[in-house]
């Protein structure tokens, strides 16, 4: 069956580090991968996606790499900041169709000042 | 900037009365989505909407469920009869093209006591 799954479920870093977020997903036909941050309380807000036919995307301060012979995708921040502290998913596209989103478990970043 | 809302915010209810929660997805999106989280874990996929009617549906979104757009506005998520089990947060989401970025509301905590 389709999982998505993350290998640590917290993760503590000092502000202006780079962080790392990993993500292991398990269906080889998703085309689409999405990293999602959510505070407490709130909805998955976007940060950053990449499609199967690149291995590297970047954004401000995020950098999303997809290694499709493994099957894993990291999320990269840059010179974390406090207001980084939130949960971050990964999620892909499932096969069924249409745009179900199947979700990692999730890793809580903690970035102390 | 465009978003997606969400109402109420949080709903308590008990066991066996109906539930409906509402949402208002971006004005110009046509793709329509339920998910839930139950504290503590992942987001999971309930139902995709598309042009009035079901898309694909999970196995959570049993006959207890149901969906509507009402007018062109609103999307609402019915519950029939709440079990203990529903209480969960709610989370809504849409998007202009399936193959394009899900954009999440800030959800309903639903409570069934």
């Known amino acids: 069956g389709e999982s998505v799954g993350l290998h640590l479920p917290t993760l503590s870093v000092q502000e202006g580090d780079n962080s790392i977020i990993n993500c292991a997903y398990s269906n080889s036909a998703s085309d689409y991968f999405i990293w999602y941050k959510q505070e407490s309380g709130k909805g998955p807000q976007f940060i950053i996606d990449?499609?199967?036919?690149?291995d590297k995307r970047q954004g401000q301060r995020v950098t999303v790499l997809l290694n499709k012979t493994v099957k894993h995708l990291s999320l990269q921040i840059a010179a974390t900041q406090p207001g980084d502290s939130a949960v971050y998913f990964c999620a892909e596209n499932s096969s069924t169709g249409f745009q179900k989103l199947v979700f990692g478990t999730g890793t809580r970043l903690l970035v102390s000042p | 900037e465009p978003e997606v809302t969400q109402t109420p915010s949080h709903q308590v209810t008990q066991m066996g009365q109906e539930v409906i929660l509402r949402c208002v997805p971006i004005?110009?999106?046509?793709?329509f989505y339920w998910y839930r989280q139950i504290l503590g874990q992942k987001v999971e996929f309930l139902v995709s909407?598309?042009?009035?009617?079901?898309?694909?549906k999970s196995e959570i979104f049993d006959d207890q469920f149901s969906v509507e757009r009402p007018d062109g506005s609103n999307f609402t998520l019915k519950i029939r009869s709440t079990k203990l089990e529903d209480s969960a947060m709610y989370f809504c989401a849409s998007n202009s093209q399936a193959t394009d970025t899900q954009y999440f509301g800030p959800g309903t905590r639903l409570t069934v006591l």
């Open positions: 990449i499609r199967s036919n690149m």
């Open positions: 004005s110009n999106h046509l793709y």
């Open positions: 909407f598309y042009n009035n009617e079901i898309s694909e």
